[in-house]
């Protein structure tokens, strides 16, 4: 199982890099159809946020994984939340909205496979 948060802690870097470095062609791939200043600025964030979960889980000594898996697991969560919250709303992009909420719920629910299955680690 191990490998398998190994691959998804790799996947949340190259797609957080791709959001610091080419933040308007990342939110056109997903469908956003105008990508303003303002949503490359939070495209970047955001993906520097991944760079960091990724980073972290792979870094991280054995016995600490489980804390960042945990705190990953959360973020996942907020953030489909989110997206099917706003993507519910008219002036947000149906393909844009259900390919983020693809990325985060995909990630999601692996997540939650695995903190189940380990039991959830704070410490």
């Given at each position: ?7 998804l802690a790799g ?51 054995q016995h600490e ?51 189940v299955r380990r ?5």
């Open positions: 199982m191990n490998d398998r948060m190994k691959v996947g949340r870097i190259l797609l957080g890099v791709a959001s610091v470095l080419a933040p308007r062609r990342f939110a056109a791939a997903v469908g956003v159809s105008e990508p303003s200043s303002e949503l490359a600025y939070m495209t970047q964030v955001y993906g520097a946020r991944a760079v960091a979960m990724g980073a972290g889980y792979l870094t991280a000594a994984r489980g804390r960042w898996e945990t705190f990953s697991l959360a973020i996942d969560l907020s953030d489909t939340v989110a997206g099917l919250v706003w993507g519910r709303r008219p002036e947000v992009s149906r393909r844009a909205a259900l390919s983020l909420i693809a990325i985060t719920a995909g990630y999601a629910a692996i997540g939650v496979t695995h903190v039991g959830v680690a704070w410490h």
